[in-house]
């Protein structure tokens, strides 16, 4: 059984094939995360898929602590490593990396980024994928996305503003068809979006066999 969990924003805990995934974890100083970066006890990968402070967050600290594997595009891989972090993988958008038994394929994201490309990454294992957006507006490319890694689970921001918003984000569930879709980046600062709400009924009306399942801060969902 695979777990994913909820720090808030775009910061997940993907637990797959007996290892610990930490995407974009930002938990110092997101007001929405429920723990802080030294209460993470254990890291095999930490995968970061741009360089914004609320994604690069707490990476490094994370990875030189616990000996974690630092996984994002070279750019950004070269600035973990000018920084401590001694075990970095940097590749680059189209490339896919095996690290601690889990493949990790580095696809594109529209968004902006001062070291490297805005990305999202597919992680596979133990049968299971995971999608992970990134911060990133709509693009038509999720159909091919969906066709080529068949996601288990999508994770999608819905705040607007900085990425897609409602609308755009249930058309991205519709292009991506995974069987299930967690929202992520919306009501963490005022100009996103606040609530859940619109993006579950166009969800609803776009791809209603796609279950969406809302979490709060701290609570996990296992597939």
């Known amino acids: 059984m695979a777990k994913a969990t909820w720090f808030g924003h ?19 100083g997101n007001p ?12 095999d990968i930490v995968y970061v898929t741009h ?5 690069l967050g707490d990476a490094i600290v994370i990875c030189k602590r616990t000996g974690a594997s630092f996984v994002s595009t070279f750019e950004l891989g070269n600035y973990a490593k000018e ?43 133990e049968g299971k994928t995971v999608y992970h957006a990134g ?13 080529l890694y068949k996601p288990d689970l999508a994770l999608l921001p819905i705040g607007g ?35 859940v709400d619109e993006f579950v009924e166009k969800v609803k009306k776009r791809a209603p066999r796609v279950k969406v399942v809302v979490l709060n801060p701290g609570e996990s969902f296992e597939f």
């Open 10 to 28: 775009a910061a997940f805990k993907i637990e797959l094939a007996g290892k610990t995934v930490l995407i974009d974890p930002w938990l110092d």
């Open 32 to 43: 929405t995360s429920p723990i802080k970066a030294s209460e993470i006890a254990k890291a």
């Open 51 to 55: 360089d914004h402070g609320d994604h």
């Open 83 to 125: 920084n401590g972090v001694m075990d970095v993988v940097g590749l680059n958008i189209g490339g896919c990396v095996e690290v601690k038994s889990l493949k990790l394929h580095m696809v594109q994201a529209f968004h902006t980024s001062s070291k490297g490309a805005p990305t999202g990454v597919v992680v596979e294992g």
């Open 135 to 147: 911060d990133t507006g709509l693009f038509m490319d999720m159909k091919l996305i969906g066709q």
């Open 161 to 195: 503003y900085y990425t897609m918003g409602a609308l755009e984000a249930a058309e991205a569930v519709k292009l991506l068809k995974p069987k299930v879709v967690v929202p992520m980046h919306y009501k963490t600062f005022p100009v996103l979006a606040q609530s």
